[in-house]
């Protein structure tokens, strides 16, 4: 993957947030591994999944985020421990490090992981499929709808899951999760490099307190990532 980079030289006012990726697809020793790892709550929903390569891609995803973590932490991954807020979004309490965000997504074979000591954040990554209903219709902002209707059809997929995952990082990060309606807000469509909130609740906060970006993700598949940042520059920096 190419990264955005952040500045050279240390500056309080340039923040970089690291993206990770891996593929959930892993061989069956690696699972073995990874799966000894798991907290017991997370062993039980393994088990819970009815086909195995829906429970294989968990602990893929789940295993690695404990490994990565406890990079970050010095903790040994079996030890991290994990409360959820009021709508369900994830945060250590291991160590009373709760100041380590980090945000999780998955789709199909692909995982993303989000970390910053600064921000809290939010991280989508979706592959792209043909889609038979019109789940615009049903989600996104008059705004954003009337933008997709007059796209050009072979335009409309791909600005389709653009808006999608901007809007699910920026849910993701405000950690209000299917509580937060995803037309308060309007993010933009297009591929432009830099990226705003166009249109947020007042209820909510302030447009300028947000930073969207786009992530490097592989062919098919697209993603993106929201911080609170308060106006605070960010990078990104590709991890492996």
Not at 137 to 158: D, T, V
């Amino acid at each position: 993957m190419s990264a955005q980079t952040a500045s050279p030289e240390p500056d309080p006012n340039f923040a970089t947030v690291d993206i990770w990726s891996w593929s959930l697809d892993q061989p069956e020793d690696k699972i073995d591994q990874l799966t000894a790892l798991l907290s017991t709550d997370e062993a039980i929903r393994a088990a819970r999944f009815v086909k195995e390569q829906d429970a294989m891609r968990y602990v893929a995803g789940r295993g690695r985020l404990r490994l990565i973590l406890g990079e970050y932490l010095g903790i040994a991954p079996r030890r991290l421990t994990f409360a959820y807020n009021d709508f369900g979004k994830p945060y250590l309490t291991s160590a009373g490090r709760g100041d380590l965000h980090f945000n999780l997504s998955h789709s199909a074979d692909r995982a993303v992981l989000a970390i910053s000591d600064r921000f809290p954040l939010g991280i989508d990554i979706e592959q792209a499929k043909p889609m038979e209903e019109d789940i615009a219709g049903h989600f996104f902002s008059p705004k954003e709808c009337a933008i997709l209707r007059a796209m050009p059809a072979h335009l409309y997929l791909p600005a389709f899951y653009r808006c999608w995952t901007r809007k699910e990082a920026f849910v993701k990060a405000h950690g209000a999760g299917l509580s937060l309606a995803l037309d308060a807000f309007d993010v933009p469509l297009g591929n432009e490099p830099t990226l705003r909130l166009e249109r947020l609740d007042d209820t909510i906060g302030a447009p300028d307190d947000w930073s969207l970006l786009d992530l490097d993700v592989p062919e098919g598949f697209f993603g993106a990532l929201a911080a609170l940042t308060a106006g605070t520059p960010v990078g990104l920096r590709y991890r492996s």
